[in-house]
């Protein structure tokens, strides 16, 4: 059981770019979602999902796209990076949204570097 | 605004000492708390919660406290060992929207446990 997996670890891009950063889970959980975390400011969520073909925006949206074919998967796409966009990242993942109930786990993280 | 604020970015503690890391809110309406613990290259894991209806939650040496009144919450762990040096990042949820995708996260305070 690999929890939830991301690749790359590291990235660098630069300015204008586009790529997709990876997220995998093999727990069969419904909820799915993408953070940023920038010094100085807690965990920001960018776009999240209740499940397979469902995707709905969070705080910090602009300039990523989502989709979600499977429950496994559920990839960040950045169109044309920004130096704006220089942060870690992170993907989650639990059985449900609600926080009472249940437990949201995190994968590893990708640093992104936009020069 | 940040409505979840942990103002001491970092904190040093001996080995065996108690340490108290702090968390502060803005929203009234808040009545769920959690707090993830961070190691460095690795994505946040849950710790602890406590709900509005308590006062104090306890979980091996993590307890957490909550002063509704005063709007604060604070993380104890007695002892302290060097495997508790990490971030801790405290998060809350809104009594009217219970799910992830509405959970607000502090900026995190980095404790480093003195051998």
């Known amino acids: 059981n690999a929890g939830v997996t991301q690749t790359p670890k590291f990235q660098v891009l630069k300015t204008g770019q586009s790529m997709t950063l990876q997220c995998a889970q093999d727990?069969?959980?419904?909820?799915m979602s993408w953070y940023r975390q920038d010094p100085g400011m807690g965990l920001r969520l960018i776009h999240y999902?209740?499940?397979?073909?469902?995707?709905d925006q969070g705080e910090v949206p602009n300039g990523y796209n989502v989709s979600r074919s499977t429950t496994e998967d559920f990839p960040l796409r950045l169109l044309s990076a920004a130096p704006s966009q220089t942060s870690v990242y992170f993907c989650?993942?639990?059985?449900?949204?609600?926080?009472?109930?249940?437990?949201?786990?995190f994968g590893p993280g990708t640093r992104l570097t936009v020069l | 605004d940040q409505q979840v604020k942990q103002n001491s970015p970092s904190l040093s503690v001996q080995e065996g000492r108690i340490s108290i890391l702090n968390c502060d809110y803005t929203n009234s309406m808040f009545d769920y708390f959690l707090w993830y613990k961070k190691y460095p290259a690795e994505g946040p894991t849950f710790l602890i919660s406590?709900?509005?209806?308590?006062d104090k939650n306890e979980d091996g040496r993590f307890t957490v406290f909550l002063n509704k009144s005063a709007k604060h919450l604070s993380l104890h762990i007695v002892p302290s060992q060097p495997g508790d040096s990490a971030v801790y990042f405290c998060a809350a949820s809104d009594a009217s929207k219970t799910s992830y995708d509405k959970v607000i996260f502090g900026p995190g305070t980095s404790l480093s446990v003195i051998p």
């Open positions: 406590i709900s509005s209806i308590k």
């Open positions: 999902s209740v499940g397979a073909g469902i995707t």
């Open positions: 727990m069969n959980h419904e909820y």
């Open positions: 989650a993942s639990s059985w449900s949204s609600g926080v009472y109930t249940d437990t949201q786990y």
